[in-house]
């Protein structure tokens, strides 16, 4: 009776150390974003201390001048970002669309590794194979000044976000269940009636997760950027600015850290646009995990 | 009168399994016919063989006819739109389309091409009224159609295949999710209904097929062993098998 | 988690014994040299630091950049061996230095020229400095305003950070004003590499970019440069830099404190020799000629 005893003790202290092992882990996540987050803050808040805010928010950006008008660069990230959602989005959407719902099997089982095979290709190759061969093309087919624009940018980030929108956006689209297509079938519709009527629009949530995912991808990526679109910061004005140079955050950061001393208004600086980037990823990746919190509520609901 | 006349029907999947074995039977209009027998029978199979639903299922093999007013519906070159909007189905599933109550019912006659506001308003509230749902559901046609009780739902699914006016309409284990009481109202909406339509069900028990049958057919391994009116199915089997099915000897 | 633990104390037994283990082998330097300065000048410094100390193992010198402003500081507080300059010693500073007790010393250690590039089809081949300044602000937007093709112009620059991008402010830009606050025009191409400024003039045929002499290949076009439109177009080369007479180029300095001790000599002696003018061509500067 004691040995019983003393063995299940023995056990359920092993026990112990695993499940305090694991949550460890499990909070150093979440220690990891806090330092992150402190280290930011304490080295972009100073900026409010070094540079004036009319400075700051400005629209010229020239720091060995100081001046630090962060303007063109966000709007550059975000017109270089749209510009890929508008391209890897639909691109997307149609792959998955196309694998999940109309791709005979061999099809199916060729175009999934390849997917993953441009998922895989390192940014710094992109954005190689932008300058050399996408760049040119583009200067020359739609008779631009130069090739180094946004629109470069944003058909690479395109393909960057591509692969996380297919395999996101088909995981959404087969877990419809069979019988809604069969049920829209049965009611007469098309093939293409049943895809765009029923299919889609019931893998709404998760198609959305798989935009916003991959969106949030396309913000943070640096190296293809800075390789295609030129870093001018010129203040994107319209349209228009798609096909002219720009500067991203991102390509800011990554080609002035290196050189500036620390504590100078410029590494302050560099930093609050770090705060800024953080934010924006953060509210996009927020924004993706309600979606799906609110996805699996409903397939819930279906299943129960 | 005879709506469908199905001859020397065969069917075989990719798996090797003879799902329907020379089938050859008349089903009446105006009528219910059940379609009775221990699962894998080939019930649901017969059933979306009447509006090629099979046709997305790996079938490899299906040989004989099936007449609806005197028309070969296996032919390759049959329009199954057309079929599908006049053989309407429900599943056993009551898995409503992820939209509003209204856009389920007139779902497939927009899909159809009709866009007229009253023509569609009137549809929903006939195809709603003949469902026995329109009391239930009129003043929030434009609320999701997942805020329904499963058996709303289950009379929103009868609903939207009657609207397209079909003339056949399969249900297959259509209360199988179904409690007591919404069964009941299910299965009164048939009896109005067959006034007007040719229905084939495939019950989900044989309490329900001596509830609801006007015929019975009965379904043992992709063969059809014994049709008769219902009466005589269940007072005096011609077959061994029927009796010892109606008897409870298999599961 | 034992092998792991073992391979951590080992890491950190070889990191303690590395530099011991290392100083035993060769023969200890006895001699240090700092040398401090210009950010311009720092790879080229360490490159030399490294070739030099390969041959003599005596010596260590350390380099450090910093700007040539705090170079010279370091100078004038007598806390360095050698200070680098990419600018000339002012008077204050030389007086700074006497009242501190020794006189400044200067070598010309090697000169840093910078080309102006066009694409091949470009048909423009010189430009005056006002020109040229015209164009990197702005002013000036189409080849047609300098006797080219009607075309917009596209300016290529190095990034923010480069010495080199700086120098052309204050150069060209800015023709060596201290009082205009004249930069670049907003729309002008950042690009990270000298690689990428070439490829971009070599491919198109509305852009004009500058870079270190020593980076331009025969990919591309350089411009005559001519100080003004009385003055004569200047291609730059080894002779034309060091005669003086090519615009965009400018001497890069080594100052010791005083006349320097006989190691330090050695090793300036040795950065002006062919050897360690070698370097300077392998570096993308202009090898001074003795
Ligand atoms: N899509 C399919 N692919 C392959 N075999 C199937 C398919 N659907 C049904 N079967 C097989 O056909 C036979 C009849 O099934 P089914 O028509 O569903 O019978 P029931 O509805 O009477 O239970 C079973 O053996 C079943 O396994
Ligand atoms: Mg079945």
């Not at chain 1, 620390?262 to 930093?271: A, E, I, T």
């Not at chain 2, 020397?8 to 799902?19: A, F, K, Q, V, W």
């Not at chain 2, 049959?78 to 189905?89: E, T």
């Not at chain 2, 379904?219 to 009466?231: N, V, W």
């Amino acid at each position: 009776m004691p040995e019983i005893f003393e063995r299940r003790s023995r056990e359920s202290h092993g026990e112990w150390v695993i499940t305090r092992l694991i949550q460890t882990a499990g909070y150093s996540s979440i220690f990891f974003v806090l330092m992150i987050l402190y280290f930011l803050l304490a080295n972009g808040l100073p900026v409010m201390k070094d540079v004036s805010l009319s400075n700051l928010f400005s629209t010229v950006w020239y720091p060995i001048e100081e001046y630090y008008g962060i303007l063109p660069l966000i709007l550059g990230s975000l017109v270089v970002t749209l510009g890929a959602a508008l391209i890897g989005v639909p691109l997307g959407i149609l792959t998955a669309v196309y694998i999940s719902e109309i791709a005979p099997q061999w099809v199916k089982e060729a175009l999934k590794p390849l997917i993953e095979i441009l998922a895989g290709i390192p940014s710094v190759v992109l954005g190689f194979l932008g300058a050399i061969v996408l760049s040119p093309f583009l200067r020359e087919s739609l008779n631009l000044p130069t090739g180094l624009t946004a629109l470069t940018g944003s058909i690479l980030l395109g393909a960057i976000a591509i692969p996380t929108i297919v395999s996101i956006s088909e995981d959404a689209l087969n877990t419809v269940p069979r019988a809604y297509r069969e049920a829209a079938l049965a009611l007469g519709t098309t093939r293409w009636q049943t895809i765009w009527g029923v299919t889609v629009p019931a893998a709404r949530s998760g198609i959305l997760m798989a935009i916003m995912l991959g969106i949030g991808r396309s913000i943070g990526e640096t190296m293809t950027v800075m390789m295609v679109t030129g870093n001018a910061p010129v203040m994107p004005d319209s349209l228009g600015a798609l096909f002219a140079p720009i500067r991203t955050m991102t390509a800011t950061i990554a080609s002035e850290m290196g050189e500036v001393s620390g504590g100078s208004p410029h590494y302050h600086v560099l930093f609050f646009i770090g705060i800024v980037l953080f934010l924006i990823t953060l509210g996009v990746n927020v924004m993706a995990s309600r979606i799906a919190f609110r996805q699996r509520k409903r397939s819930e609901r279906v299943l129960s | 009168m005879d709506k469908i006349v199905v001859e020397h029907l065969n069917l075989r999947y990719s798996d090797g399994t003879e799902s329907l074995r020379d089938l050859n039977l008349v089903i009446p209009a105006n009528a219910i016919t059940a379609l009775m027998g221990p699962a894998g029978g080939g019930k649901s199979t017969f059933l979306r063989a009447l509006n090629r639903l099979n046709d997305l299922a790996d079938v490899v093999a299906q040989s004989g006819r099936v007449l609806i007013d005197g028309k070969d519906i296996l032919e390759p070159e049959m329009d199954v739109i057309a079929l599908r909007r006049k053989v309407g189905m429900v599943f056993s599933r009551p898995l409503p389309l992820p939209l509003t109550i209204y856009q389920n019912v007139s779902y497939g006659l927009e899909v159809a091409g009709e866009r007229n506001r009253e023509v569609l308003d009137k549809a929903v509230k006939l195809a709603l009224d003949q469902a026995e749902l329109w009391d239930e559901v009129h003043d929030r046609l434009s609320d999701p159609a997942e805020a329904l009780s499963g058996g709303q739902k289950q009379r929103l699914c009868l609903a939207r295949a009657l609207a397209l006016k079909p003339e056949v309409i399969l249900l297959d284990e259509p209360t199988s999710a179904l409690d007591p009481v919404a069964t009941a109202k299910i299965e009164s909406s048939l009896s109005e209904l067959k006034k007007n339509y040719t229905i084939v069900i495939a019950p989900h028990n044989t309490q329900q097929t001596a509830r609801v049958a006007d015929w019975v057919a009965f379904f043992l391994q992709g063969e059809m062993i014994e049709f008769g009116p219902s009466k005589d199915i269940f007072t005096r089997p011609k077959d061994k098998r029927t009796e010892e099915y109606i008897l409870g000897r298999y599961g | 988690m034992m092998k792991y633990l073992l391979t951590i104390s080992l890491i950190l037994l070889l990191a303690a014994c590395g530099p011991a283990g290392g100083e035993e082998t060769s023969s200890s330097p006895s001699i240090y040299i700092e040398n401090k300065g210009s950010d311009t000048l720092v790879n080229l410094a360490l490159a030399w630091t490294e070739r030099y100390q390969s041959m003599h193992p005596e010596v260590r010198l350390s380099v450090t950049g910093g700007g040539s402003g705090t170079g010279i500081a370091a100078l004038m507080n007598n806390t360095v061996d050698i200070a680098n300059a990419s600018r000339k010693i002012k008077q204050e500073e030389i007086d700074m230095a006497t009242s501190n007790g020794f006189i400044p010393i200067e070598f010309i250690v090697a000169r840093d020229a910078i080309g102006i590039i066009v694409n091949h089809e470009n048909p423009v081949n010189q430009l005056t400095m006002q020109q040229l300044a015209d164009i990197f602000t702005g002013r000036i937007d189409n080849w047609a305003e300098v006797g080219g093709n009607d075309l917009q112009i596209v300016r290529v620059s190095r990034e923010t950070n480069s010495g080199t991008h700086v120098y052309f402010l204050e150069v060209v830009i800015r023709l060596g004003s201290s009082e205009s606050m004249d930069i670049f025009a907003r729309d002008t191409l950042l690009l990270p590499s000298s690689e990428g400024i070439i490829a971009e003039v070599r491919d198109n045929p509305h852009a004009i970019g500058y870079d270190g002499l020593g980076y331009i290949t025969d990919e591309v076009k350089v411009i005559a440069i001519a100080m003004d439109d009385q003055s004569a177009y200047i291609l730059p080369s080894v002779e034309t830099v060091n005669e003086g007479s090519y615009p965009i180029a400018r001497d890069l300095y080594m100052y010791t404190p005083g006349e320097p001790p006989a190691p330090v000599k050695d090793y300036i002696t040795w950065i002006l020799s062919p050897a360690g003018q070698e370097l300077v061509r392998e570096l993308g500067f202009v090898p001074i000629t003795p």
